[in-house]
C-alpha cells in the first residue's frame, strides 16, 4: 500500500489527499459516535468507559487523531502548490472545524503516546519552518539526530524520563507496561531470531501471559515486539531502515522541503510511538506511514523554491 503511494507522480501530496479524506469521515463520525451513540463509540473497562470513536480502542482513536493532527499541522505550516503554482492549502474554515473536534477526540480518548506524539510532530513542523532551517535544510535531520543522542545521554545519566512521565500524569511504570516488558523478555528464549514472525503470541505461551496479566495481544513497545518474534536480528532490521530513511530524506530537502519535512515526521513519530506502543508488525496505519516516510523512489519529487 505504501508504494503505491509513493508511485504516484507527487506522492506526498497524494498522501496529504489519503489523509484528509480520510479525517474529514473518521472525525466527524468519532464525534458522532462518542456522543450520540455510546454503543458504536465507548467500550468499558473494570465500569470505568473508554471512548474509542470509530476505533477498536482508545488507543486507535488516539492514532487516527495523531495521523490527521499531522496532516493538518504540516498543510497550515507549509505551503503547497499545484503544477499551475497556485496554493493547494485548504480553507481557514476547515481548520476552524476540524483542529477543534482533534482536540476534543484526544481529550476523550486520553491517548498520553499520541498526543505527545502529535506535539513533537508540531514542533518538528515549527522548526522546520525557522529561516535557520528554511534555508539549509539538511541541518533539521542533524538536530534531529543530535537531540535524539543527547536525550539517551540525558536519560542513563539522570533518567529524566520518569520524570516526564509524572509531568504527563502518567506513572512511572507506564500503566504497569514496564513489569509486562521485564515479565516478556524473561520468556525470550532465543535472542537472536526469536521466536518466529508474528509467532510469539500463540499457543501455551499466550494462555501464560494471558492467565496473569489479562487480555493483552501485544508487547506494548514495538520494539520489543520485534525482539520476541524475530530477535536481535529484527531490532537490527529496524534500526537499519530507520537510518537508511533517515539518509534518504536527507537526500530530499532541496528538491521538495515540504515533503521532506513529512517524510521526516513519519519516520521520527512512528519511532517514538513505538516506544509505548507496538505498531512495527502487521496491519497497522503507522507501519504504513512509517513505509512512507523510508521509501524514496527516484524522481518522484518536484523542485521546491527556497521562500525569499
Not at 255 to 275: E, G, K, S
Not at 284 to 289: G, H, Q, Y
Request: proline share 5%.
Amino acid at each position: 500500500m505504501a508504494l503505491v503511494v509513493v508511485t504516484e507522480v507527487r506522492p506526498y501530496m497524494a498522501i496529504g489527499v489519503i489523509l484528509k479524506r480520510l479525517a474529514f469521515i473518521l472525525i466527524p463520525l468519532s464525534v458522532l459516535f462518542i456522543k450520540y451513540y455510546p454503543a458504536l463509540g465507548r467500550s468499558y473497562h473494570r465500569g470505568q468507559p473508554l471512548y474509542t470513536g470509530v476505533g477498536d480502542g482508545k488507543n486507535a482513536l488516539g492514532a487516527i487523531c495523531l495521523i490527521t493532527g499531522i496532516y493538518f499541522a504540516w498543510n497550515l505550516l507549509f505551503e503547497h502548490k499545484n503544477k499551475n503554482g497556485k496554493s493547494q492549502n485548504l480553507h481557514y474554515s476547515v481548520y476552524l472545524i476540524i483542529i477543534p473536534m482533534i482536540v476534543w477526540l484526544f481529550y476523550m480518548a486520553n491517548s498520553i503516546t499520541s498526543l505527545v506524539c502529535l506535539v513533537f510532530a508540531i514542533f518538528l513542523f515549527l522548526t522546520a519552518k525557522h529561516p535557520l532551517f528554511n534555508r539549509d535544510p539538511h541541518k533539521i535531520i542533524i538536530i534531529s539526530v543530535v537531540g535524539a543522542v543527547i536525550f539517551g545521554i540525558m536519560e542513563l545519566a539522570f533518567g529524566i524520563k520518569d520524570n516526564i512521565f509524572i509531568m504527563l500524569g502518567r506513572r512511572t511504570n507506564l500503566t504497569n507496561r514496564t513489569d509486562i516488558w521485564e515479565y516478556l523478555l524473561g520468556m525470550a528464549k532465543n535472542p537472536i531470531i526469536g521466536v518466529g514472525y508474528e509467532s510469539f503470541w500463540l499457543g501455551e505461551r499466550l494462555n501464560i501471559i494471558q492467565g496473569r496479566w489479562g487480555p493483552i495481544v501485544q508487547a506494548h513497545s514495538g520494539y520489543l515486539e520485534m525482539y520476541l518474534n524475530l530477535g536481535i536480528i529484527g531490532v537490527f532490521f529496524i534500526i537499519c531502515w530507520i537510518f537508511s530513511g533517515l539518509i534518504s530524506v536527507n537526500r530530499h530537502p532541496n528538491n521538495d522541503y515540504p515533503a521532506a519535512m513529512l517524510r521526516l515526521c513519519f519516520i521520527l513519530v512512528v519511532a517514538l510511538y513505538n516506544y509505548t506502543e507496538a505498531t512495527f508488525y502487521g496491519v497497522s496505519s503507522m507501519w504504513i506511514l512509517f513505509f512512507i516516510g523510508i521509501f524514496n523512489i527516484p524522481g518522484k519529487s518536484t523542485p521546491y523554491k527556497q521562500p525569499t
